[in-house]
């Protein structure tokens, strides 16, 4: 990556690590965790043992994001890209587990971070190693998640191609394998953001996600190319690697867009054929 597409990013990182929640009526934990909850759906199921919740975040301007929930073998909750829930919603997800593990997953990506772990003074907070100085802004960071996650039955992908920001989950599943990826694939289709966010929709423009229509859009946006690649062939060579390599994949999972519980490879294969 050149030095001037290396400050642009930088540039468009520091600008959405800078989104934050509104001001908390007091300092008690209380009303700051009440600060941190946006709108958002319901914890649903995607597999056995692994759920989604998409949830909004402060500004109206900004794509919804979704958040991961996965039952370690100890019977634990692993928590990825974690969202504030109101009480209905944590008491949901504390009847699937206790929470053991946050992945907070890159630098933009710590919105509530900070708050989960007052909530749950043991939670082990663990992020890649390139995003760990800019985690630790917000919330002390326990552990790297290259060293961390493999005793727990977790592989991690390092995307190529891609500027190193982010990590790329595998989760074993009863039926097969579930992929969790945060900002380096999206999943936008029209009845995702009616549903999640209505007043939305311009942003599918400005994300660069072509094809727009009741098929949506799975890729790399626009702006994820300009800001997040740094090697367009390499990616896409990464990108149909996974899809050769792991035959029973089940679900994808991305941070903004509909999760995909269906034709999963094939998907994937979509995704890179977007780059030729």
């Given at each position: 990556m050149n030095q001037e597409k290396?400050?642009?990013s930088e540039r468009f990182?520091?600008?959405f690590s800078s989104i934050k929640p509104p001001q908390?009526?007091?300092?008690?934990?209380?009303?700051?965790?009440?600060?941190?909850?946006?709108?958002?759906?319901?914890?649903?199921?995607?597999?056995?043992?692994?759920?989604?919740?998409?949830?909004?975040?402060?500004?109206?301007t900004m794509v919804p994001r979704e958040m991961i929930v996965y039952k370690l073998a100890d019977g634990s909750l692993l928590i990825h890209s974690a969202i504030a829930l109101n009480e209905a919603g944590m008491t949901k997800l504390e009847s699937l587990g206790v929470p053991n593990i946050l992945i907070?997953?890159?630098?933009?990506?710590?919105?509530d971070a900070r708050v989960y772990k007052q909530r749950y003074p043991k939670l082990l907070v663990v992020c890649p190693a390139a995003a760990k100085p800019y985690v630790e802004q917000v919330v002390t960071v326990d552990g790297i998640a290259e060293e961390v996650l493999p005793a727990y039955g977790i592989t991690y992908h390092e995307p190529a191609g891609i500027r190193p920001q982010e990590l790329v989950y595998e989760l074993p599943l009863s039926t097969g394998k579930a992929?969790?990826?945060?900002?380096?694939?999206?999943?936008?289709?029209k009845s995702y953001f009616e549903q999640n966010l209505p007043?939305?929709?311009f942003l599918f423009q400005w994300l660069g996600a072509s094809a727009i229509g009741s098929s949506g859009f799975f890729g790399i946006t626009g702006l994820g190319r300009?800001?997040?690649?740094s090697d367009r062939n390499t990616y896409r060579q990464w990108l149909e690697a996974l899809a050769d390599n792991i035959p029973d994949l089940q679900v994808i999972s991305v941070a903004h867009g509909s999760p995909i519980v269906a034709d999963c490879?094939?998907?994937?294969r979509q995704a890179a054929a977007r780059l030729l």
């Open positions: 290396q400050d642009a990182y520091s600008f908390p009526k007091s300092t008690s934990t209380e009303d700051e965790w009440l600060s941190h909850v946006s709108p958002h759906g319901e914890i649903e199921e995607l597999a056995p043992n692994l759920w989604h919740v998409t949830g909004t975040l402060p500004s109206s907070v997953p890159n630098r933009i990506h710590r919105l992929l969790v990826f945060t900002d380096i694939l999206f999943n936008l289709n007043t939305g929709k300009q800001f997040f690649m490879n094939y998907r994937l």
